[in-house]
């Protein structure tokens, strides 16, 4: 919707000023689909892998008899994890209301002149080596986030050149400042030679727990060890270093032979060194008695219980070894669980019950677990749901190693004494992470029961919960000085823990239980510039109060403008107008008397019915839309019909907060229309003529989980108040840098055409790129980057920076005083002692936040042929923190960055194609 949240302290992460998807309305979180899971989560040991056969529309059929079997020799010969499989007993399919059927014209038609160019220079994108479809890079939120195959390159980034030397990506403008980081010093570690061997199980066996306990049966044959599940660790080399050993598996008395082979031997520096210091800290972890879940520990003897809620919050830590500056270092940050006491079956139950007024409740069923995660009651592993086959059920049979064959029920009594009783119930389908991630088999898949499966996270409807959310913050906003408490607890209890301690002794590891110290910079307040007056946000970086009583950098003209609403509402209306005119009025905003449409009711056919009669009978500049509720449907009309049929701006507020009548929301609702029309509310100078600034992010379509929208906005005038948007479709596995170098074209012409020139630098801020990462975007999306600038500049180079943009991280910071660490100031810059030495990389808190700890966001630069100063890189990042027009405050990320997460979002969500391009000049998507 376009309005607020009610307190500024609400408004860490991503706040709003106004807007059409977030806000207190709760509109945003009615139509918002499956939040995207993080596929660098491990799932453990499935419970059972089987090959029922599938739904053709829900996933593609795998190889009759060869889904399941080991790879092929040529790859690595990782057998566990992948045993041989038969198809199940088949059972006559059920009757079901099927998907419905969406068109695949998810393109609008660009200018004929433009496209033309872009074509044939896409083509040529297509055959460079790299950008083909050999490599593709799987599609998340941000392109790279969700279920995708790890890069395991070490990606380094060469440090720019400065009179600094070693220290050249470090900047010198700003305040000092000490800080704290939620880091732990290795104080001390033995340079080891270690020596890496290959295990492997025969017959196979699929669960870690199990692998080490038979390898534990021959601790005095190993020694001291450390094992992940395929490869061992140790500091002695075993003498033959190929070797064969013989364990019982307990639960059956089977035999299980054990295959040992040399493979490497890791010496100090190694970056698989790291890798062996993480092995090594979830042993002691395992000590603490914390429950592994997913990748995390969590606490199960601290749990919280919501009983009104029927939620449990798990408190937990994160935990990572790295190397950074000068030292290695333990990363720990506090992580929650949130547990629902709700099984998958109670959410299939509850939309069969709804069968008689939904017809489509397994289409709505499906909808609602695909995508999420859930976790399973009998060995606490998560599972990422990625489809449903309503074709079996717990009495439906699979084939196990031996070749017989055995129900689910039946499995599940024997091997974990669970028995099953809500009946037939369709099976959850998870691919298998591990075969993906290992071999790039697609069809391995594992089977679910609902019953067994606990839903994890909360939904859309608990985000709209008030009560609810404000409970949860309770205990999840954890402000920096009992942050620090908690963790400096944890390392104590790391340090003091026998069995810990013992492990750590083993490996002569010393760590320390202080939080690392370090020195940030805090940069000067920034210039805000209305047309009349300068002023800054001061330490809090927000300067609504002066925005407010001060005309706009620029206003535009609007002379005829309509408010649709439901007739009863139509009296609250005039008032809501009236004193949305006096808040423009007091920004020299003029906006004249609308002209009020009364609609017998507030249902999406009246609304759609009324705005096409508006349109055939004037030209309104904006049309904003009064709806009684915040049902997703009745938005997504509206905006579907005012951003793809017809190119108007539109606004749509809630009946409840006209009736308000708050002069807080009109202030905000006036200034988001005066940025729709083309208007811009203030300025922050950026001295650099002639630079073009990209933002570029990307969102699923909500209901076709294959098609994703990535969407780039880029500045088109020197002041940065101008904006070019666009966005383009495509399929998960297509090529995303084609199109995002595509997008980079028509900016770059539109550029050209109202400046008569094109930019003479450019700088990209790329969001949703995970670690494993960096490596393939700067081998595929750099370099078409690069190469499609050589077809519009010629032979020319222009010079740019690509800056990775990074928000979802375990790093805080923590500035020590004398009532107890609090929030560092926003401008405060980090590049020193926890950034990577191998990287041109740095922190940026930008916000102040009053609730929780602040959370700052990770760059990296990634290329720099514009070879701008360390300093100069760091200052233009936090002015343009300063310009997203949907808040009058600074926000996490640059505004080019936030503005393509709202257009991303709003065509992922509503829209589901790409606007009409005569919007393609405003920010219409605000």
């Keep these: 919707m376009d309005q607020i949240r009610p307190s500024r302290g609400k408004a860490r992460g991503r706040p709003q000023i106004a807007s059409d998807q977030q806000g207190s309305s709760g509109l945003s979180q009615g139509i918002r689909g499956p939040r995207p899971i993080h596929s660098t989560q491990f799932i453990g040991p499935r419970p059972i892998i089987s090959q029922p056969t599938p739904t053709p529309q829900s996933f593609p059929t795998p190889r009759p008899g060869a889904a399941m079997q080991r790879p092929p020799r040529q790859m690595p010969p990782r057998a566990a994890g992948a045993p041989q499989q038969r198809a199940p007993q088949q059972r006559a399919p059920r009757p079901y ?22 074509q044939q220079v896409t083509e040529g994108l297509k055959t460079l080596d790299g950008g083909g479809g050999d490599t593709p890079l799987p599609l998340g939120r941000g392109a790279v986030r969700g279920r995708r195959q790890i890069d395991l390159e070490h990606y380094r980034t060469p440090r720019p050149q400065s009179s600094l030397g070693e220290k050249g990506k470090q900047g010198t403008t700003g305040q000092p400042v000490k800080l704290l980081a939620n880091y732990f010093p290795i104080t001390s570690y033995t340079n080891w030679c270690l020596y890496q061997y290959r295990v492997d199980y ?16 021959h601790r005095e044959r190993l020694g001291g060890y450390l094992f992940d599940g395929t490869m061992l660790f140790s500091g002695s080399r075993y003498d033959p270093p190929n070797f064969e050993l013989t364990s019982t598996r307990r ?51 601290a749990i919280i219980e919501l009983h009104q809620h029927k939620l449990q919050l798990w408190p937990g830590y994160e935990t990572t070894i790295g190397r950074y500056e000068d030292n290695i270092l333990l990363c720990a940050e506090i992580s929650t669980k949130v547990m629902r006491q709700d099984t998958v079956l109670d959410f299939l139950n509850q939309c069969a019950t709804d069968r008689n007024r939904d017809r489509d409740w ?27 086959d309503e074709n079996s059920d717990p009495t439906s049979e699979f084939s196990k190693k031996d070749g017989s064959k055995i129900s689910y029920i039946q499995y599940y009594k024997e091997k974990y004494n669970l028995t099953i009783r809500g009946g037939r119930q369709p099976m959850l389908i998870s691919k298998n992470k591990r075969s993906i991630r290992q071999f790039g088999i697609e069809d391995t898949l594992v089977y679910l029961v609902p019953e067994l499966c606990v839903m994890t996270g909360i939904t859309d409807a608990m985000r709209n919960n008030f009560t609810l959310m404000k409970d949860m913050a309770t205990y999840t906003r954890i402000n920096p000085r009992e942050r620090t408490e908690r963790l400096t607890n944890f390392a104590n209890r790391l340090l003091n823990t026998p069995k810990s301690v013992a492990e750590l002794k083993n490996w002569n590891l010393t760590l320390s239980n202080r939080l690392v110290e370090l020195t940030a910079r805090t940069l000067q307040p920034e210039t805000i510039q209305s047309r009349t007056n300068k002023y800054n946000g001061g330490n809090e970086a927000d300067w609504t109060k002066c925005l407010r009583a001060l005309p706009m950098f620029t206003s535009a003209i609007v002379k005829h403008w309509v408010i ?53 009978e004037s030209n309104p500049a904006l049309i904003l839309c009064v709806i009684p509720s915040s049902r997703g449907d009745v938005y997504s009309l509206i905006k579907r019909k005012l951003c793809i049929d017809r190119a108007v701006p539109s606004q749509v507020v809630l009946a409840k907060n006209v009736q308000k009548n708050n002069m807080s929301v009109c202030t905000k609702i006036a200034i988001q229309i005066n940025c729709k029309l083309g208007g811009a509310p203030w300025l922050v100078t950026i001295p650099k003529k002639g630079m073009m600034i990209i933002g570029f992010d990307v969102c699923h379509d909500s209901q076709r989980k294959n098609i994703s929208f990535g969407a780039l906005v880029a500045n088109m005038n020197d002041t940065h108040t101008s904006y070019f948007s666009c966005v383009e479709p495509h399929e998960s596995g297509q090529e995303l840098s084609v199109h995002f170098a595509t997008g980079v074209i028509k900016a770059l012409a539109k550029y050209k055409t109202i400046n008569g020139t094109l930019p003479s630098c450019i700088v990209v801020y790329r969001d949703g790129v995970g670690e494993g990462q960096i490596s393939h975007v700067h081998k595929t999306e750099v370099r078409l980057l690069q190469t499609a600038c050589e077809q519009v500049y010629g032979t020319t180079a222009v010079p740019f920076a690509f800056i990775i943009v990074t928000k979802r991280i375990s790093t805080r910071f923590f500035a020590p005083s004398k009532s107890g660490p609090e929030n560092p100031q926003p401008g405060t810059v980090v590049d020193t002692v926890v950034t990577d030495p191998t990287k041109y990389d740095f922190f940026l808190v930008s916000q102040h936040v009053r609730q929780g700890t602040v959370t700052p966001t990770h760059y990296n630069v990634i290329e720099d042929t514009l070879k701008l100063p360390p300093d100069i ?11 997203y027009y949907n808040w009058s405050g600074t926000v996490r990320v640059p505004a080019p960055c936030q503005f393509a997460h709202k257009l991303a979002f709003l065509t992922g969500q509503s829209l589901r194609r790409a606007p009409n391009t005569g919007l393609d000049e405003l920010l219409f998507f605000l």
């Design 362 to 388: 397994m289409i709505k069923f499906k909808s609602g677990i695909v995508g999420t995660t859930v976790m399973t009651k009998y060995n606490n592993e998560t599972y990422r749901i990625d489809d449903v």
């Design 873 to 883: 890189m760091q200052r233009l990042t936090f002015k343009l923190t300063h310009m």
């Design 251 to 301: 639960s059956d008395d089977q035999k299980i032979v054990i295959t040992v082979k040399f493979t490497n031997v890791i010496e100090t520096g190694d970056y698989a060194n790291i890798q062996v210091f993480n092995l090594l800290l979830r042993n002691c972890l395992r000590h603490l008695n914390l429950t592994l879940i997913g990748r995390n520990f969590y606490d199960s003897k």
């Design 202 to 217: 025969n017959p196979e066996e699929d669960r870690i727990s199990t692998k080490k306990g038979l390898l534990a049966q």
């Design 97 to 118: 209301a099927p998907r419905p059927v969406v068109s695949s014209d998810i393109s609008s038609a660009p200018r004929q002149d433009l496209m033309a160019g872009v």
């Design 564 to 616: 649709l609403a439901p007739k009863e509402n139509c009296r609250e209306v005039d008032t809501f107008a009236q004193s949305l005119a006096k808040a423009a009025q007091g920004m020299s905003f003029i906006l004249p008397r609308p002209a009020i449409v009364p609609m017998n009711d507030g249902r999406s056919n009246s609304f759609l019915m009324h705005i096409e009669q508006v349109l055939n």
